[in-house]
């Protein structure tokens, strides 16, 4: 990266810019209230109402139950004990549904558990990343475990029709599991509707810092440990808490709270905005995804004729953070899954870069991308061997 450049971060799918407000709200617990909060005595019971105050106000992000929401260390592990918690309540249920663009999470736990015995039916989806909802009627039998959707695409952003998946899984009464790590902080969610009953949050996606997590667990859900050992998080997660992480994440949910007009408006708008001026000032250029059920923040454009990995260097010397699909599968020598599921080339897919805005950018900061980018691809197309 040219030192001189100043930063434009681009990513926030991957991670997100902790906000100041979450770093004051943890501070006292990395400092004065070092106290272990399963102690008995006053100096760890108020810790202990620290972590009570930070599960209620996850809980009012969430539209939940305060006894619902359970603490983890991230996403994946969230992701994880969902699954096996579904595969231990029947040992006659050994059957998963999921889907072929799912977070590497869901995906490689699949892929192992069908390694183990388990019988997974992977979902395809169409052109614009939807699955067939008549399909998933038909895929869900009496010896499902679970259901594993996604609410919404890490890569392109789609949005699945939950509200409509819900209704399907409840009529066939299996357990549903949805990764809800890219909606939450993004768009309203209310999960006392019903019809979820796990569900996974990671902290630094919406501004906290990273190694904290949240599986939601619907009350009326059987559920099995997946970490064993103390009897921290009313027995469903041993390990002594990452306090002043959840502490932070608690915040951070207050302040998503606040903000969700903010992203669902403020946020889309410049997204819309940047896929307007990048359409306008380059040739070629195709947004992945569905423009109809998308999230407010996210952006996945093929350029025409141009090589990702090539354009993703030229915006990093310039400052510019993006990414080329997950930041969990960064580096892999294959072409994005979710793209390829969605029937797209090979060229298609590493012809793709994936901006994600977030409420800390600015309008110069697209503007400046987009004049990069527009420079960046006009030096590398006339480099392409046709």
Request: proline letters at 3%; one cysteine or more.
């Amino acid at each position: 990266m040219n030192p001189n450049a100043p930063l434009i971060y681009l990513d926030n799918n991957a991670t997100t810019q902790v906000d100041p407000a979450v770093v004051e709200e943890m501070l006292p617990y990395l400092t004065k209230f070092y106290g272990n909060p399963s102690s008995a005595y006053r100096f760890g019971k108020q810790v202990g109402d620290a972590l009570e105050l930070a599960r209620q106000r996850v809980s009012r992000l969430l539209d939940c139950e305060p006894s619902e929401v359970l603490f983890t260390s991230c996403g994946t592990e969230s992701t994880n004990t969902a699954i096996h918690a579904a595969l231990s309540i029947d040992r006659d249920r050994q059957h998963i549904v999921t889907t072929r663009v799912e977070h590497s999470a869901t995906l490689k736990t699949c892929e192992l558990l069908a390694k183990r015995g388990y019988e997974i039916t992977w979902l395809g989806v169409d052109s614009r990343g939807q699955i067939d909802l008549d399909e998933l009627e038909a895929a869900i039998r009496p010896d499902t475990a679970l259901v594993s959707i996604m609410w919404a695409n890490n890569e392109t952003g789609t949005m699945f029709p939950m509200d409509r998946i819900r209704e399907i899984i409840r009529a066939k009464g299996v357990l549903f599991h949805s990764d809800a790590v890219q909606v939450i902080g993004k768009l309203p969610v209310r999960l006392n509707d019903g019809g979820i009953h796990f569900a996974s949050l990671s902290g630094h996606k919406l501004h906290c810092p990273k190694g904290v997590g949240v599986l939601y667990v619907n009350r009326r859900s059987r559920f099995s440990a997946y970490m064993t050992g103390g009897g921290q998080e009313n027995s469903r997660r041993a390990g002594t808490e990452n306090v002043a992480s959840i502490v932070g994440l608690g915040k951070a949910c207050e302040l998503a709270a606040q903000n969700i007009e903010r992203e669902a408006v403020e946020v889309k708008a410049m997204r819309d905005q940047f896929e307007q001026s990048v359409g306008a000032q380059i040739v070629g250029v195709r947004v992945n995804g569905d423009a109809e059920s998308r999230l407010p923040n996210t952006s996945n454009l093929a350029f025409e004729g141009i090589d990702s990995e090539a354009l993703l260097m030229m915006l990093d010397d310039a400052g510019i953070c993006c990414s080329a699909g997950s930041a969990c599968t960064t580096g892999s020598l294959y072409p994005s899954h979710v793209l390829k599921a969605m029937g797209f080339t090979d060229c298609h897919a590493r012809s793709s870069l994936r901006f994600s805005f977030g409420r800390f950018n600015s309008e110069s900061e697209l503007e400046r991308t987009v004049a990069v980018l527009k420079q960046s691809v006009e030096k590398l197309r006339p480099l392409v061997v046709t």
